[in-house]
Structure formats: C-alpha cells, structure tokens
C-alpha cells in the first residue's frame, strides 16, 4: 500500500474504532429491557439501531473488499470531493432502504454479535485496500460517487450519527 493510501487508510479506521467503540459501549450500557424497548411508538430500538449500523458497514465493506459487486474503476474525469462536502448533505434525515431495516424482534445480544462482526469485516476490508482497488468507486444518490476510502468515511459518518440516535433513545 502506498504511503499516502497507508494514511488515508489509518485515519479511516481511527475514526472507525473509535466511533464504533462508542455505539457498542452505548448500546452495552442499555439493559436487555432498555435496548429492545422503542422511546417512541414507530421509532427504532437501541437494538435495531445497532442492527442496522452493523448491516450498513458489512454492506459497505463488502462493496470495499470486493466481496459484494457494486464497486467501479473511477470515471476518468473523476475528482474526489472533500468530505466534508459530501457530509453537509448528510444533514437531513433519510429514511433507510427496507433491507437495511432491521427485523423488530432485534435483541441486544443479536445486535452486539452483528455490530462485532461487522467492525471484523470492516477492518479487514480497508486493512486489505490495494492502490488499485483503491482507484475504484460507488455511486449513491445520498452521497453521489464516491471512493472506497471515502466509502469509510460514510461508514464513520453513519455510526456517529446512528450513536447520536441511540442516546436520544436511551436518554444518556
């Protein structure tokens, strides 16, 4: 990996850890009661919130890895934009695609198990990032196209605010 992609890569999986982290000692320090209840009718759990984050990053790791199709080689007039950008028109609320909605019979051990192996897959995902994977990108209309590498960027964007989510639940 070259030194610059080796640098990208370790901020992303900084940035990863470390939000990951919170979301799990979040959703930890919920009872199974607290975890599997709504705080509001229609709402998700802490529990499906945490599901649904863990299909989020499997769903994007996959697309990193090579494991799920999705990925292309960059247009040739492509130019990233700085996230930054891209993460301004985050700011409004989305609703999640029905398959990255989690079942309503989520449990907390259920939710921390996927949130676990999703963080595995994640990190070997971008640890595993060659230059030449790292010239490919993914379209989406939330985020338009993007690189792989950014793609850890949305996935450190989506927990923070998945986490900001669950404390409201929580209240804490």
Do not use: Y
């Not at 802490?46 to 299909?55: D, E, L, S």
């Not at 939330?142 to 998945?162: C, K, N, Y």
């Amino acid at each position: 990996m070259a030194d610059a992609l080796a640098s990208r890569v370790e901020c992303v999986l900084a940035a990863f850890r470390g939000a990951h982290a919170r979301l799990v000692a979040r959703l930890e320090s919920a009872s199974e009661i607290e975890a599997e209840t709504a705080h509001m009718v229609g709402a998700w759990t802490p529990a499906q919130i945490g599901a649904h984050v863990a299909t989020f990053d499997t769903l994007l790791a996959g697309l990193v890895s090579g494991e799920r199709p999705g990925a292309r080689p960059a247009p040739p007039d492509f130019v990233e934009r700085p996230w930054t950008d891209i993460q301004a028109s985050l700011l409004s609320p989305a609703e999640a695609p029905q398959a990255l909605h989690p079942p309503v019979s989520t449990t907390r051990a259920a939710s921390l198990a996927a949130l676990g192996e999703a963080a595995g897959a994640t990190v070997q995902a971008f640890t595993g990032l060659s230059e030449p994977r790292s010239a490919f990108t993914i379209s989406h209309p939330r985020v338009g196209t993007i690189s792989l590498v950014q793609a850890g960027d949305w996935i450190v964007a989506h927990t923070i605010r998945h986490n900001a989510q669950m404390k409201r639940a929580l209240g804490r």
